[in-house]
């Protein structure tokens, strides 16, 4: 089964100062130090991070929190502990042109960490422990229940007890099992939205960005929408040719560029976390019928927890440039 063993917030900045926090209780915190638990700020190129090592906690005190300051127009990385305040300079951060996000990454327990609540990221949807220095933002302000960041499951929890591949593969399933004359990603309006759907999971399909798609889709209030942001099935008879997409397969997410999800006018754009992939060759088989001699996939899926009833707007894509594939579609979801 696999582990998360990092989390990136799913909101990147490229200008701008803004402020966050990571609270970790101390019944975890050696744990976490032995490790190699890292706190800091990544732009998808580099990791620029704080050890637990660094972090000493006062034995009268049940939490650590970590304060992060990141000014992306001086490009300087700072933080602040309980027994330590922000330095004069900070660490550099390079020029580049992919967005910074907050991330924690480094233990293997960090999934369930995360899940109990004993790790927390805390952008601005509670207040800060800490005074928020002069001139700096939340990095996300989110005090709103029916903000669309609270709608994304994150990558350490389970819908329906699967995991994110296994997701996907539900995805897959859902989406070759059925003639070349049903195929939702080639549904210009979203008269095949309904088709196939039972249970828990309601799942989107992507479309060729050069169609410029829009969709309506009524989903029933209670279940959870799968997002297939960016996906691509690699088909081959040739053994070279497979082994080809393999490469292109096993390097996702970073052959993945310009995802993005934008909900209800809110975007997301830093999803690697979403990423699945696979990359064996094998035959592809679907309830019980080879659709191709050997097979690679790769995407990122997002899954939503129960929307609110009432009119949604989704729209998302992305490019994988190795295989010249350009996806973006837009739906207007109706819940009830």
């Known amino acids: 089964m696999a582990h998360v063993e990092e989390f990136t917030l799913p909101i990147g900045r490229n200008s701008g100062k803004w402020y966050a926090e990571v609270?970790?209780?101390?019944g975890i915190?050696?744990?976490?130090?032995?490790?190699g638990f890292h706190i800091g700020?990544?732009?998808?190129s580099g990791f620029y991070a704080l050890g637990l090592g660094k972090v000493k906690l006062p034995p009268e005190q049940p939490v650590e929190v970590v304060g992060l300051m990141v000014d992306l127009d001086r490009r300087t990385f700072n933080w602040r502990t309980l027994t330590s305040t922000f330095s004069d300079d900070g660490i550099p951060l390079a020029i580049g042109t992919r967005s910074y996000a907050i991330k924690v990454k480094g233990a293997r327990n960090l999934?369930?960490?995360?899940?109990?609540g004993q790790v927390k990221i805390n952008y601005g949807q509670t207040p800060f422990k800490y005074t928020m220095p002069a001139g700096y933002s939340p990095w996300y302000y989110s005090r709103d229940e029916e903000d669309p960041i609270r709608w994304l499951v994150p990558t350490y929890e389970r819908t329906v007890n699967l995991e994110l591949k296994q997701t996907a593969i539900a995805f897959w399933d859902w989406l070759l099992d059925r003639n070349a004359a049903e195929n939702p990603t080639l549904d210009r309006t979203g008269?095949?939205?309904?088709?196939?759907?039972?249970?828990q999971l309601w799942f989107l399909a992507g479309a060729d960005a050069s169609a410029r798609i829009e969709r309506t889709c009524t989903v029933p209030f209670g279940t959870n929408v799968v997002i297939p942001v960016t996906s691509a099935m690699l088909t081959s008879d040739s053994d070279d040719t497979c082994a080809a997409t393999a490469q292109v397969a096993r390097l996702s997410p970073h052959t993945i560029q310009d995802s993005y999800l934008e909900i209800d006018g809110r975007r997301f754009d830093r999803l690697q976390d979403y990423s699945a992939s696979e990359f064996s060759c094998s035959p592809l088989t679907v309830a019980g019928n080879q659709l191709a001699k050997q097979a690679n996939w790769?995407?990122?899926w997002v899954t939503l927890r129960p929307l609110p009833r009432g009119e949604h707007t989704i729209s998302?894509?992305?490019?994988v440039k190795a295989i010249n594939a350009d996806r973006k579609v837009t739906y207007k979801v109706l819940v009830k």
């Open 191 to 199: 008269s095949l939205c309904a088709e196939r759907q039972n249970g």
């Open 111 to 116: 999934e369930y960490w995360l899940t109990r």
């Open 23 to 26: 609270t970790i209780e101390r």
């Open 316 to 319: 998302f894509g992305g490019r």
């Open 29 to 35: 915190a050696e744990a976490a130090e032995r490790a």
């Open 41 to 44: 700020i990544d732009n998808a």
């Open 298 to 300: 790769l995407g990122l």
